[in-house]
Nanobody, 124 residues
């Protein structure tokens, strides 16, 4: 069992930056690939970014490529999402998720553990 807790969300103006954190506890965090997803009201949860258990390989949704960076610190059992050049359309609840099979792509059913989410609101 892995428990995930996101933090760092908030209200920011368009063009601004935020860094989200996802702290993990439970089973060995470094064994899991990690992903970030988001969900805006009335929409399906969508993939944002993913990384391998080492963080050496990453994958991004086209909508955030070049603006968001996923990273992890296994010594701190934490994965991060650095978000820059934020747009109003980035407004959503952001979730981190852990995949025990090394998968770090966009399929939600490949991730076994999910956090409760943190709200990000970008004003225009």
């Amino acid at each position: 069992q892995v428990t995930l807790a996101e933090s760092g969300g908030g209200l920011v103006q368009a063009g601004g930056s935020l860094r989200l954190s996802c702290a993990a506890s439970g089973r060995i965090f470094s064994n899991y690939a990690m992903g970030w997803f988001r969900q805006a009201p009335g929409t399906e949860r969508e993939f944002v970014a993913g990384c391998t258990w080492t963080g050496s390989s990453t994958y991004y949704a086209d909508s955030v490529k070049g603006r968001f960076i996923i990273s992890r610190d296994n010594a701190k059992n934490t994965v991060y999402l650095q978000m820059s050049s934020l747009k109003p359309e980035d407004t959503a609840v952001y979730y981190c998720a852990a995949a025990p099979n090394g998968y770090y792509g966009g399929r939600t059913d490949e991730y076994r553990y999910w956090g409760q989410g943190t709200q990000v609101t970008v004003s225009s």
